[in-house]
């Protein structure tokens, strides 16, 4: 998958569960400081990644999911290990 | 309309499942058609003759050995539990000891080994199958209190408080994740008839049963009938309480 659509597929999740506008979601926004998420709306974001892309994020991920860059590339991992099994 | 149990298929975890209250919690949810895995500490012949029992019922139960005091264990169980059964959807926490003293006959590690199997067993259990719950935005929790948390009993100071310590944890998780379609209950039991109950003098029994406006000690499946109640269909708008199931006993 391209990086950028990965990314913005990630921004509209993001969006949708903290109920802000895609545009909002800048790539270094702070998710707790700046965009106003707590650790409940953290779990829904790691769990809406989980059922679109069909993987599975460790709980223990949860803490590096800090920013959309971040998420994205904590679902860049994890894409990739169930990509290199499918081979 | 009458409302089915809606239990049938559920899968769910009981903690301290091979004797007295735990085993009759085991019985009564895997005749409501739930698969059940349960904890034993030491008595691997107790759970293993249980687990066969169920089987040869038609049911179906697993039993496993955990010391609820171990954190890493139980993350450990329930991911198998989960792999095993594909599912989890309740949890029960039974597991408890008791170390009876007066308190100025109670020593440190008789007051640290009732808080941790009791209520950090409840919180070591609870933690791990937490975000399995919040993620498929379902689940049930049910701990066993005891009126001892409710009321306090004399010679109990360690057991009454983590007790005590159970029910404000329910409170305050099913506040904490009501938003998430998880409920979180418990039943507080008076006298029942188990293991922990046949070191009691008969004098003490006698007295007891005096005592107890229903004239009788307790049955294991009194409990268990509560349970299967706080996690059916029925009980869907009933979270964060504490039912106590003691005969009357200590009606306030």
Known sequence: MQPEVLEKEIRDIIAQVIEKEPEEVLPEARFYEDLGVDSMMALEILAAIEKKYKIAIPEEKLAELRTLKETVAVARQYLNEKEGQNV | ?252
Request: hydrophobic letters at 45%; aromatic letters at 6%.
């Open chain 2, 1 to 252: 309309m009458i409302q089915e149990s809606g239990l049938k298929g559920k899968t769910a975890i009981v903690s301290g499942g091979s004797r007295g209250i735990g085993r009759a919690i085991v019985k009564h949810l895997c005749a409501c058609g739930v698969a059940v895995a349960f904890t034993y500490v030491k008595n691997g012949d107790q759970a293993q003759e249980l687990m066969e029992q169920i089987q040869a019922s038609g049911g179906r139960a697993a039993a496993f050995q955990l010391d609820v005091r171990d954190f890493l264990k139980a993350r450990e169980f329930v991911e198998k539990v989960k792999n095993d059964f594909g599912r989890l959807d309740i949890l029960v926490n039974n597991a408890g000891i008791t170390r009876d003293k007066a308190l100025m006959m109670m020593t440190g590690p008789d007051w640290l080994e009732v808080i941790d199997t009791n209520l950090n067993g409840t919180f070591n259990l609870t933690r791990n199958v937490i975000v399995g719950f919040l993620k498929q935005k379902s689940g049930d929790v049910v701990n066993i209190a005891s009126v001892s948390g409710v009321a306090g009993l004399a010679r109990q100071t360690n057991y009454s408080a983590a007790k005590a310590g159970i029910i404000g944890f329910t409170k305050a998780l099913a506040k904490e994740v009501a938003a998430y379609n998880i409920r979180v209950n418990a039943v507080a039991p008076g006298f029942i008839e188990t293991d922990m109950l046949s070191g009691l003098r008969q004098e003490y029994r006698d007295e007891i049963i005096k005592r107890v406006p229903l004239g009788r000690i307790g049955r294991p499946e009194d409990v268990s009938g509560v349970v299967e109640f706080l996690l059916s269909q029925q009980a869907n708008f009933i979270t964060g309480q504490v039912i106590v199931c003691d005969g009357g006993l200590f009606i306030q």
